[in-house]
Nanobody, 125 residues
């Protein structure tokens, strides 16, 4: 049993910044990659960003590229995403996810086998 715990969500004004973090708890072990998906009401789950933990290679959705930065944290199996220049369209429930095994498509949800419960981000205009 592994739990992924998100933190850092909340309300922010358009153009502002937030930082989301995710940490594994319980029976922890080294993951191949960790990342973020988001889902707004009435919309399907959308890839946001991911990072390969062994070499820090990053992957971003086109919609957030240049404004979001994902990075490994100093603690084992932890990572964060710095979100700058936030837009109202970013309002969604954000899910931390982790992959136990390598994948060639880090934007595909089925590549991940662990999921957090989600943290809400609301961007007001």
């Amino acid at each position: 049993q592994v739990q992924l715990v998100e933190s850092g969500g909340g309300l922010v004004q358009a153009g502002g910044s937030l930082r989301l973090s995710c940490a594994a708890s319980g029976r922890t072990f080294s993951f191949h990659a960790m990342g973020w998906f988001r889902q707004a009401p009435g919309k399907e789950r959308e890839f946001v960003a991911a990072i390969r933990l062994n070499d820090a290679v990053t992957y971003y959705a086109d919609s957030v590229k240049g404004r979001f930065t994902i990075s490994r944290d100093s603690a084992l199996n932890t990572m964060s995403v710095q979100m700058n220049m936030l837009k109202p369209e970013a309002t969604a429930l954000y899910y931390c996810t982790a992959a136990s095994f390598p994948t060639t498509d880090h934007a595909y949800y089925e590549a991940y086998d662990h999921w957090g419960q989600g943290t809400q981000i609301t961007v007001s205009s």
